[in-house]
T-cell receptor, first 113, second 114 residues
């Protein structure tokens, strides 16, 4: 399975933008790039995903490099509620309509008031 | 909609005891998953079920069995619990879709095996 590399931790000041990087140099042409986050003592929650083009939703933006070997999750204005572990995941196909997610250790984002 | 629900929330077992973790989803999803998360680590896939009536092993299936009871419910059984199975267990479900498939997670079951 293709793997991702993320920094262990990052800090951001409240109300400032945050750029969370992810490297995935062995990504295949059919792998989607997914981001999930896990708030303390909760299950992971979906943030955003993309294939080739940049994507925006109400939670965040995803910028994907032209060669697809890296991506960046952008939180436009960090709030205290955004403090979480962020996982960058390449979604691989398992067959029969099911898709496995392989979680690494993620990036722990701390937001400073 | 409740989403994905898991019972129990907490459980303490003695080595050798058995138990079943229950998971249910009300989103009419085809696929369901069981993960475990050890302290400071990411989630690891134990078993998954692509559709009702099918189950497959994930990364760490040893010591576990699963049952896809119907489309809504997917249970995880520990036949003889070991301290190495102390972990937080998450159930997830996903709809069928090539490009939009995302997984929805339950709140987790915190299991301690003494």
């Amino acid at each position: 399975d293709a793997k991702t590399t993320q920094p262990n931790s990052m800090e951001s000041n409240e109300e400032e933008p945050v750029h969370l990087p992810c490297n995935h140099s062995t990504i295949s042409g059919t792998d989607y790039i997914h981001w999930y986050r896990q708030l303390p003592s909760q299950g992971p929650e979906y943030v955003i995903h993309g294939l080739t083009s940049n994507v925006n939703n109400r939670m965040a933006s995803l910028a994907i490099a032209e060669d697809r070997k890296s991506s960046t999750l952008i939180l436009h204005r960090a709030t205290l509620r955004d403090a979480a572990v962020y996982y960058c995941i390449l979604r691989s196909y398992s067959g029969a309509g099911s898709y496995q997610l392989t979680f690494g250790k993620g990036t722990k984002l701390s937001v400073i008031p | 909609n409740a989403g994905v629900t898991q019972t129990p929330k907490f459980q303490v077992l003695k080595t050798g005891q058995s138990m079943t973790l229950q998971c249910a989803q009300d989103m009419n999803h085809n696929s369901m998953y069981w993960y475990r998360q050890d302290p400071g680590m990411g989630l690891r896939l134990i078993y998954y079920s692509a559709s009702e009536g099918t189950t497959d092993k994930g990364e760490v299936p040893n010591g576990y069995n699963v049952s896809r009871l119907n489309k809504r419910e997917f249970s995880l059984r520990l036949e003889s619990a070991a301290p190495s199975q102390t972990s937080v267990y998450f159930c997830a479900s996903s709809g069928r879709g090539v490009s939009t498939d995302t997984q929805y997670f339950g709140p987790g079951t915190r299991l301690t095996v003494l």
